[in-house]
């Protein structure tokens, strides 16, 4: 089997720009918080990778091409003007979020012909269900793009640490590319070049022997990579390429840029990396919509929901995955039968608090998914309801800072 990844091209902001306010939180962030948007914006400047990108907050707010023209624009500006600096290899991210926890990352260019969100049987397989309703705006923004700003997460099933672990060991002060605090409690970053790429690939390409499969998974299927974060990034990067691919010889397919997504990965063992729940703000709704779930639903489990300083327990399966998949499907047949209400998707139990009661609305704590739950569900049953687990809270989100040319 040829390698998923690949040695990337990076683009990373020069000495001179001040990284704190260039890199900022991942786009599908705070989509319900207009006033941690306002407050990024106010603390960034005119050099800044908030500049370049779409926050869903946005998506409704109207003037959609417009924006799409100025993020365009703006990266042809900071191309032009010579913002970058390019650094050829893998780079290792140590981030410290501002809950303690820390996670190591390895920046990769992950070969998109290995991926495929629609089979679920390749070595790099979606953990949730695509929404194609969710996908032409980010076609729209992508197709004219000349960079991508990664926010994709990709987890190794890798218990025994053997691809970032070593890698980690092996830095010194001497490979630091870059070291900055995040703005809006993101924490703090390092980067790290790594200079053996080699080792880096052969260690993932062994994650993905038959035989390994099918010790873990009872499986022949290599499975190597599950996109944890950016499922929607990564499906919208395989679209483009597929369309790519029928423009160019074949014989050129291998080092065009388009065939790759820049992606970091992650050991799901690593022992700060936490799954959160996504909670459920439903807005346009009152105690009927309770009481019809209470009626609708059912099983040993059990959800807290908080509608005006009241709480409610709702009976839902006792298995994570099956629990969320059902109370969306509630969600989604009473949205369909009331006009006016709505639904949002909400990091942090203090953030779903704040949303819920600032707009009325009804506040779903969902339950955890146990993340070594998560390889074998996926072979068993392929993707899982849509935003069922997170990676850490929103604060600890990836936040943009490299980026890569993808024309």
């Not at 012909?113 to 032409?136: C, I, Q, S």
């Not at 369309?243 to 080092?255: A, L, R």
Request: aromatic share 10%.
């Amino acid at each position: 089997m040829n390698s998923i990844v690949k040695i990337p091209r990076v683009l990373l902001p020069k000495e001179c720009v001040d990284l704190k306010k260039w890199a900022v939180i991942a786009c599908d962030q705070f989509t319900s918080q207009g006033e941690y948007w306002q407050k990024l914006k106010d603390e960034c400047g005119e050099v800044s990778a908030l500049n370049v990108i779409f926050p869903e907050y946005y998506l409704d707010k109207g003037d959609m091409d417009a924006r799409i023209e100025r993020i365009n624009a703006y990266m042809k500006k900071y191309l032009g003007e010579g913002v970058f600096r390019e650094v050829n290899g893998f780079i290792l991210t140590v981030r410290e979020t501002s809950y303690g926890r820390r996670r190591t990352g390895l920046l990769v260019a992950l070969d998109l012909e290995a991926y495929d969100f629609t089979t679920g049987t390749l070595p790099v397989r979606a953990t949730e269900a695509t929404v194609k309703e969710r996908l032409p705006v980010r076609i729209k923004i992508r197709r004219n793009a000349p960079l991508e700003l990664p926010h994709v997460l990709l987890l190794v099933d890798d218990k025994e640490k053997t691809v970032i672990e070593p890698l980690l060991a092996s830095v010194s002060e001497a490979d630091k590319l870059y070291e900055s605090e995040l703005n809006m409690s993101g924490g703090s970053i390092r980067g790290y070049l790594i200079k053996d790429g080699k080792a880096a690939i052969k260690a993932i390409d062994a994650l993905g022997s038959k035989e390994r499969s099918e010790k873990l998974y009872g499986s022949d299927r290599p499975f190597i990579f599950a996109v944890g974060d950016g499922n929607h990034s990564v499906a919208t990067a395989k679209l483009l390429w597929e369309e790519t691919k029928k423009t160019i010889p074949e014989k050129d397919w291998e080092h065009h840029p388009a065939r790759y997504v820049l992606a970091e990965v992650n050991n799901l063992y690593e022992e700060d990396l936490a799954f959160e729940p996504i909670h459920r703000a439903v807005f346009g709704v009152n105690e009927d919509f309770i009481r019809s779930m209470q009626a609708s639903l059912s099983g040993d489990g059990h959800v807290t929901v908080l509608y005006r300083d009241e709480m409610y327990s709702v009976s839902v399966p006792s298995g994570a995955p099956e629990a969320v998949k059902r109370i969306q499907e509630f969600i989604d047949e009473y949205i369909a039968l009331h006009e006016g209400a709505a639904v949002d998707y909400i990091h942090g139990d203090d953030n779903l608090s704040k949303v819920a009661a600032s707009r009325d609305g009804v506040a779903i704590f969902m339950p955890v998914l146990k993340k070594e739950e998560l390889f074998p569900y996926v072979v068993r049953n392929g993707s899982l309801p849509r935003k069922t687990f997170s990676m850490g809270e929103a604060e600890e989100k990836r936040y943009y800072l490299e980026s890569r040319r993808i024309k």
